[in-house]
């Protein structure tokens, strides 16, 4: 069980509201269901998309009114692709033997992508393995593994996904088979945590903890078990009677012979507990190791034939041993130079392995016994290790390297003396360049984006043909990754805004007179982070009265304006907690439109108080006459979901949209949701974003056009494109995109839309389990559109 949390992963839509900010339920992101067909009068057809009446309507003369390509050859940039744009991360390893599998992913600018390791020679070479759901299809990004196991049984790993748990199993560490969620979502529900995984024997056990309240205040433990890693049984915590004020977390699990065993934390003394269970999680027995301790600092691991319990003792760690969890024995100490703690005490059939923390970094050392521990390696100051394992004579330790100023993964394998042992992954696959927005004004589109690691803006006369911007004044780089995810053109230039790399959480804001020159205006007063709250930038407008950026500040929600794109001026709120937030009442904005009517931004709160003191998010939008004050209104949660946010808002005159994803069933489904609005933002009704019954579906982009308003989301897991559209706001028609980047294989979106001429031009990205890219669909405007970018 790691003791420290890997980041989790942001992605370019279905955005948590977490994300940037330490949160007390941390949570991946990404889910999207797949869409299957549109049925007319029974029969299933491929549909092309056209505008007629201001609204698009279904035509059976196939696809040729529409294109959709993959642009990575048409955004070009001036580096190679596959740099920092793709930032792989290790969150664990598990190994039988010589073999040993590395789990973990790509943290990509368009999403997190799963990744398997396989080594069958102790961790010296490596080959990607395969991962399929259990169709055979590419799996979805937004999922993270974090917790490997093996056993005769086979392989497993448990990781995260937006609210839930994921399961992949492989029979052979090679090919690795995502579980589907109703399999999963029957034992791990969307306020478990899961802490670590093994092998116990007869099947495979984890555990972890539970909430009712979803903020783990009230923490509970729970145990899962598994004869073979696909299906789950739940165990919850009556059998494992938690201390009398305190909550408590299950944190390892470990077996010997046909004893499981399992370590809890508790709030309260005693802070580590301990059970042992011989009729596989049936019973349990309290049972107390030697020692005293006056906070948690227990661990376990076992081998083959000893159960090895380390408990941590000012300068050094004790190591116990026992030979079936009942009789301990204390066998020796682990002292190394420097000694800080214990990070990971993990073991195979043959040796046990505890990764250390010292003054000068992570030291590596390893026992077959737990009698004594002999020098296995170290790693560099400024590594971090989330995992290590015992395979062969070798040792294997992943996390990831921050030594040379930016975050990186660490795969370290040291041979029987502790000696390096040169390794490397596959290289990583996509393009490194993501496009998230578009602008159009006075003959040019921008779009605006990512590249390798950088932020990157690319100009067009047509939206066809794409020029790379030269980043002449080094606007567009910085500390760690850089990237751009708004953009407005107004009356004083254009506004682009996004996310950059620094520590706390900065925002990345640049400017330009004519699209093609940008300069930084971060450097401003209004933009610098007070003590850790990170400041985060997700939308940007421009109306009559200047320019508008929101997004968070630290709980709360964040908000600049400026006149001119010279001075910049934080947002206040119109009530006491209209923009304020706490751990418990979140606000967040991410997306804002701006108008006669002033500004209306688009986002979520969270609600302690509502079904019983459960943590919920509520869609939220707030009003503004000027840009500078703010007035927050709650809209009602939508009939038959758990919880929603918004995502985006655009407007057309006074009459707005804003929608957004809903979490619905038991917190594994999704439902696309929205509001219309006829005078400004003052008065909202709920609008209906169709789809096929049962589909699941989300919101990636919102619009306006010249005869009215277009939607875009995600139907089906993974998810195909989905593109609603209507005339006056409030009658809504669906219909799907076919075509290379807009269904099949894949993770299909549309992140942004613009006209060009008489054509509606849209971007997004395609992502699979072996890589991604940006894509690019057009369709023509109906005979009697007009448009001038």
Same mark, same amino acid.
């Given at each position: 069980?790691?003791?420290?949390?890997?980041?989790i992963?942001?992605?370019?839509?279905l955005?948590?509201?977490?994300?940037?900010?330490?949160?007390?339920?941390?949570?991946p992101h990404?889910?999207?269901?797949?869409?299957r067909?549109?049925?007319?009068?029974g029969?299933?057809?491929?549909?092309?998309?056209?505008?007629?009446g201001?609204?698009?309507v279904a035509?059976?003369?196939g696809?040729?009114?529409q294109?959709?390509?993959?642009?990575g050859?048409l955004?070009?940039?001036g580096?190679a692709?596959g740099?920092d744009?793709?930032?792989?991360?290790l969150?664990?390893?598990?190994?039988?033997?010589?073999?040993?599998?590395?789990?973990?992913?790509?943290d990509?600018?368009?999403g997190?992508?799963?990744?398997?390791?396989?080594?069958?020679?102790a961790?010296r070479t490596?080959?990607?393995?395969?991962?399929?759901?259990a169709?055979?299809?590419?799996p979805?990004?937004?999922?993270v593994?974090?917790?490997?196991?093996?056993g005769?049984?086979?392989?497993?790993?448990?990781?995260?996904?937006?609210g839930?748990s994921?399961?992949?199993?492989?029979?052979?560490?090679?090919?690795?088979?995502?579980?589907?969620?109703?399999?999963?979502?029957?034992?791990f529900?969307?306020r478990?945590?899961?802490?670590?995984?093994a092998?116990?024997?007869?099947?495979f056990?984890?555990?972890g903890q539970?909430?009712?309240?979803?903020?783990?205040?009230?923490?509970?433990?729970?145990v899962?078990?598994?004869?073979?890693?696909?299906s789950?049984e739940?165990?919850?915590?009556?059998r494992?009677?938690?201390?009398?004020?305190g909550?408590?977390?299950?944190?390892?699990v470990?077996?010997?012979?046909d004893?499981?065993?399992?370590?809890?934390?508790s709030?309260?003394?005693?802070?580590?507990?301990?059970?042992?269970?011989?009729?596989?999680?049936?019973?349990?027995?309290?049972?107390?190791?030697?020692?005293?301790?006056?906070e948690?600092?227990?661990?376990?691991a076992?081998?083959?034939?000893?159960?090895?319990?380390?408990?941590?003792d000012?300068?050094?760690?004790?190591?116990?041993t026992?030979?079936?969890g009942?009789?301990?024995?204390?066998?020796?100490?682990?002292d190394?130079?420097g000694?800080?703690?214990?990070?990971?005490?993990t073991?195979?059939?043959?040796?046990?392995?505890?990764?250390?923390?010292?003054d000068?970094?992570?030291?590596?050392?390893?026992?077959?016994?737990?009698?004594?521990?002999?020098?296995a390696?170290?790693?560099?100051d400024g590594?971090?290790?989330?995992?290590?394992?015992a395979?062969?004579?070798?040792?294997?330790?992943?996390?990831?390297?921050?030594?040379h100023?930016?975050?990186?993964?660490l795969l370290?394998?040291?041979?029987?003396?502790?000696?390096?042992v040169p390794?490397?992954?596959?290289?990583?696959?996509?393009?490194?360049?993501?496009?998230?927005?578009l602008? &159009?004004?006075?003959?040019?589109v921008?779009?605006? @984006?990512?590249?390798? *690691?950088?932020?990157a =803006?690319? #100009?067009s /006369? $047509? %939206?066809s043909?794409?020029?790379?911007?030269?980043?002449?004044e080094k606007?567009?780089?910085?500390?760690?990754?850089?990237?751009?995810?708004?953009v407005?053109?107004?009356? &004083?230039g254009?506004?682009?805004?996004?996310?950059? @790399?620094?520590?706390? *959480?900065?925002?990345? =804001?640049? #400017?330009? /007179? $004519? %699209?093609?020159?940008?300069?930084?205006?971060?450097?401003a007063?209004?933009?610098q982070?007070?003590?850790r709250?990170?400041?985060?930038?997700?939308?940007?407008?421009a109306?009559?009265?200047g320019?508008?950026?929101?997004?968070?500040?630290?709980y709360?929600?964040?908000?600049?304006?400026?006149?001119?794109l010279k001075?910049?001026?934080?947002?206040?709120p119109?009530?006491?907690?209209?923009?304020?937030?706490?751990?418990?009442?979140?606000?967040?904005?991410?997306?804002?439109?701006?108008?006669?009517f002033?500004?209306v931004?688009?986002?979520?709160?969270?609600?302690p108080?509502?079904?019983?003191?459960?943590f919920v998010?509520?869609?939220t939008?707030?009003i503004?006459?000027?840009?500078?004050?703010?007035?927050l209104?709650?809209?009602?949660?939508?009939?038959?979901?758990?919880?929603?946010?918004l995502?985006?808002?655009?407007?057309?005159?006074d009459?707005?949209?804003t929608?957004?994803?809903?979490?619905?069933?038991?917190?594994?489904g999704t439902a696309?949701?929205?509001y219309a609005?006829?005078?400004g933002?003052?008065?909202?009704?709920?609008?209906?974003?169709?789809?096929?019954?049962?589909?699941q579906?989300?919101?990636t982009?919102?619009?306006v056009?010249p005869?009215?308003?277009?939607?875009?989301?995600?139907?089906g897991?993974?998810?195909?494109?989905?593109?609603?559209?209507?005339?006056d706001?409030?009658?809504?028609?669906?219909?799907?995109?076919?075509?290379?980047?807009?269904?099949g294989?894949?993770?299909?979106?549309?992140t942004?839309?613009?006209?060009?001429?008489?054509e509606?031009?849209?971007?997004?990205?395609?992502?699979t389990?072996?890589?991604?890219e940006?894509t690019?669909?057009?369709?023509?405007?109906?005979?009697?559109?007009t448009?001038?970018p």
């Amino acid at each position: 069980m790691p003791l420290s949390v890997p980041s989790i992963p942001s992605t370019t839509h279905l955005t948590d509201p977490d994300v940037g900010y330490p949160a007390t339920d941390p949570m991946p992101h990404g889910r999207h269901k797949r869409f299957r067909s549109l049925l007319i009068g029974g029969t299933s057809v491929a549909l092309a998309v056209i505008v007629a009446g201001g609204v698009l309507v279904a035509s059976r003369q196939g696809d040729e009114q529409q294109s959709a390509q993959l642009a990575g050859t048409l955004f070009t940039t001036g580096t190679a692709a596959g740099g920092d744009g793709q930032q792989l991360e290790l969150n664990g390893v598990a190994a039988t033997g010589t073999t040993v599998v590395v789990a973990g992913g790509e943290d990509a600018d368009s999403g997190y992508r799963t990744e398997f390791f396989l080594s069958k020679d102790a961790g010296r070479t490596f080959a990607r393995a395969q991962v399929r759901t259990a169709k055979g299809e590419p799996p979805v990004a937004g999922e993270v593994p974090r917790y490997l196991a093996a056993g005769p049984g086979g392989w497993v790993a448990l990781g995260d996904r937006v609210g839930g748990s994921v399961v992949w199993t492989s029979p052979d560490g090679a090919a690795w088979t995502r579980q589907p969620d109703a399999t999963a979502s029957l034992a791990f529900g969307p306020r478990d945590r899961v802490a670590d995984v093994a092998w116990t024997g007869k099947g495979f056990t984890a555990v972890g903890q539970t909430s009712d309240k979803g903020d783990f205040t009230d923490a509970s433990p729970v145990v899962w078990l598994s004869a073979d890693g696909r299906s789950w049984e739940r165990r919850a915590g009556w059998r494992l009677h938690p201390p009398t004020g305190g909550t408590l977390a299950l944190t390892d699990v470990a077996s010997v012979k046909d004893a499981i065993v399992v370590r809890g934390e508790s709030t309260t003394e005693p802070y580590d507990i301990t059970w042992r269970s011989t009729d596989a999680g049936e019973t349990w027995q309290a049972f107390a190791v030697p020692g005293e301790s006056g906070e948690p600092e227990l661990t376990f691991a076992a081998t083959a034939t000893t159960m090895l319990a380390v408990r941590q003792d000012g300068s050094h760690a004790t190591t116990y041993t026992s030979p079936d969890g009942v009789r301990w024995t204390t066998a020796a100490k682990i002292d190394v130079p420097g000694f800080r703690r214990v990070l990971r005490l993990t073991a195979t059939s043959g040796a046990a392995t505890a990764a250390i923390e010292t003054d000068s970094g992570v030291r590596l050392v390893r026992s077959t016994d737990g009698r004594s521990w002999q020098p296995a390696g170290a790693t560099a100051d400024g590594a971090e290790v989330r995992d290590a394992v015992a395979a062969g004579d070798n040792t294997v330790a992943v996390g990831a390297d921050a030594a040379h100023g930016t975050t990186g993964a660490l795969l370290a394998v040291r041979d029987k003396a502790g000696k390096d042992v040169p390794a490397k992954l596959p290289d990583t696959g996509g393009s490194g360049k993501v496009v998230d927005a578009l602008g &159009a004004a006075d003959g040019r589109v921008v779009a605006v @984006g990512g590249a390798n *690691g950088e932020a990157a =803006v690319w #100009t067009s /006369a $047509d %939206g066809s043909a794409w020029q790379h911007v030269q980043d002449k004044e080094k606007a567009l780089t910085g500390q760690g990754r850089q990237r751009l995810t708004g953009v407005a053109p107004g009356f &004083a230039g254009w506004l682009a805004v996004g996310s950059s @790399g620094r520590t706390p *959480g900065h925002p990345l =804001v640049v #400017t330009s /007179a $004519d %699209g093609e020159s940008w300069r930084r205006a971060d450097g401003a007063p209004a933009f610098q982070p007070e003590g850790r709250n990170p400041l985060i930038a997700r939308g940007v407008t421009a109306g009559p009265d200047g320019y508008v950026i929101v997004g968070e500040d630290g709980y709360g929600a964040g908000t600049w304006w400026s006149p001119d794109l010279k001075t910049w001026e934080r947002g206040d709120p119109a009530g006491e907690d209209n923009l304020v937030g706490t751990p418990a009442t979140r606000r967040w904005m991410e997306s804002v439109t701006g108008g006669l009517f002033g500004f209306v931004a688009a986002g979520g709160v969270t609600d302690p108080n509502a079904y019983g003191g459960v943590f919920v998010r509520r869609p939220t939008v707030w009003i503004s006459p000027d840009g500078r004050k703010w007035s927050l209104v709650r809209l009602p949660i939508p009939s038959g979901v758990n919880e929603g946010w918004l995502s985006h808002i655009a407007s057309n005159d006074d009459v707005l949209v804003t929608a957004g994803t809903a979490v619905t069933g038991n917190g594994t489904g999704t439902a696309a949701f929205g509001y219309a609005s006829l005078d400004g933002g003052r008065s909202w009704q709920p609008i209906s974003l169709p789809v096929m019954a049962g589909e699941q579906s989300s919101v990636t982009a919102v619009a306006v056009t010249p005869e009215g308003f277009v939607v875009a989301g995600t139907v089906g897991r993974p998810g195909d494109v989905v593109v609603w559209t209507s005339a006056d706001g409030r009658s809504w028609k669906s219909e799907q995109p076919r075509g290379t980047g807009m269904s099949g294989p894949g993770d299909q979106r549309l992140t942004a839309f613009t006209t060009v001429g008489e054509e509606l031009v849209g971007v997004g990205s395609t992502a699979t389990g072996h890589g991604d890219e940006p894509t690019v669909w057009r369709r023509p405007l109906s005979p009697n559109e007009t448009s001038t970018p």
